[in-house]
């Protein structure tokens, strides 16, 4: 056995600093939601930095795979991998307004909370969620969503970088090849162009070349960006 763990202990990345934590990283409760802003914010600074520039974020908070506090001091790149441990891809989604609408009703659906505890992290956008207006809803066959059978009216008080939704605008969303793919139910996201964080189409290598979100907090943490105070809501 203990020759087993040797051998997985030797394929595992070695530990190293990578940087500063100036302020502490509470993963429970509202520090949850303050630490997927900083990384839907280090997202959408990596993707500028590609040229790529996007006008919202969008991730699943289940990405975030611990519920500890990290204390400030010392960062290390196990502590980033921690945290986002499946190596999921940027990818950027081009959608008009209507598309872009039909995936926010879907992050107020069932198993979403409203409001402040919406669970996606965002940058770039602000909006809540009325539950009590009706949801989207599917047409599905064997188990595929082959369209939007309804419209939902959920999404309230909906601004792009402080300004409305623009009907005669089409939008550049920057999320992760697993919510690209549709996944957590976000149909709308497979069913528009999508690239990756080098301008390439999506194709069926899912954007290996683009960086993973462990990466881009990584690098965020090394140049000091990653703290940042985070602007009033």
Same mark, same amino acid.
């Given at each position: 056995?203990r020759q087993r #763990?040797?051998?997985?202990?030797?394929? &595992?990345?070695?530990?190293?600093? %990578?940087?500063?934590?100036? /302020?502490?990283?509470?993963?429970?409760?509202?520090?949850?939601?303050?630490?997927?802003?900083?990384?839907?914010?280090?997202?959408?600074?990596? #993707?500028?930095? @590609?040229?790529?520039? #996007?006008?919202? =974020? !969008?991730?699943?908070?289940?990405?975030?795979r611990t519920n500890? =506090?990290?204390?400030?001091?010392?960062?290390?790149?196990?502590?980033?991998?921690? /945290?986002?441990?499946?190596?999921?891809? /940027?990818?950027?989604?081009?959608?008009?307004?209507?598309? &872009?609408?039909?995936?926010?009703?879907?992050?107020?659906?069932?198993?979403?909370?409203?409001?402040?505890? !919406?669970?996606? &992290?965002?940058?770039?956008?602000?909006m809540a969620c009325?539950? *009590? $207006?009706? @949801?989207?809803?599917?047409?599905?066959?064997?188990?595929?969503?082959?369209? %939007?059978?309804?419209?939902?009216?959920?999404?309230?008080? !909906?601004? /792009? +970088?402080? @300004?409305?939704?623009?009907?005669?605008?089409?939008?550049?969303?920057? =999320? +992760?090849?697993?919510?690209?793919?549709?996944?957590?139910?976000?149909? $709308?996201?497979?069913? #528009?162009?999508?690239?990756?964080?080098?301008?390439?189409?999506?194709?069926?290598?899912?954007?290996?070349?683009?960086?993973? !979100?462990? *990466?881009?907090?990584? =690098?965020?943490?090394?140049?000091?960006?990653?703290?940042?105070?985070?602007?009033?809501?």
């Amino acid at each position: 056995i203990r020759q087993r #763990v040797n051998q997985l202990r030797a394929q &595992l990345p070695a530990e190293r600093i %990578i940087g500063k934590r100036t /302020i502490p990283w509470t993963l429970r409760g509202p520090g949850r939601a303050r630490y997927g802003h900083r990384v839907a914010r280090a997202v959408a600074r990596h #993707v500028a930095t @590609k040229g790529q520039a #996007v006008d919202v =974020t !969008l991730l699943n908070s289940g990405g975030l795979r611990t519920n500890d =506090t990290y204390p400030v001091g010392p960062v290390t790149n196990l502590e980033v991998r921690a /945290i986002h441990p499946f190596g999921n891809r /940027i990818v950027i989604a081009e959608l008009s307004a209507t598309e &872009l609408r039909a995936v926010l009703e879907h992050a107020c659906t069932g198993g979403h909370r409203s409001g402040r505890g !919406l669970r996606v &992290l965002l940058h770039g956008l602000t909006m809540a969620c009325d539950r *009590q $207006q009706p @949801k989207i809803s599917y047409r599905r066959e064997n188990g595929h969503t082959l369209a %939007i059978a309804k419209m939902g009216s959920r999404v309230i008080d !909906l601004k /792009i +970088n402080g @300004k409305p939704l623009d009907p005669k605008r089409r939008y550049r969303l920057a =999320t +992760n090849d697993y919510m690209a793919r549709g996944g957590s139910g976000y149909w $709308q996201l497979s069913q #528009v162009p999508r690239s990756c964080d080098d301008g390439e189409a999506m194709a069926a290598d899912q954007c290996k070349r683009s960086a993973s !979100l462990a *990466q881009v907090v990584e =690098t965020a943490v090394t140049d000091g960006s990653f703290d940042r105070p985070l602007p009033s809501p």
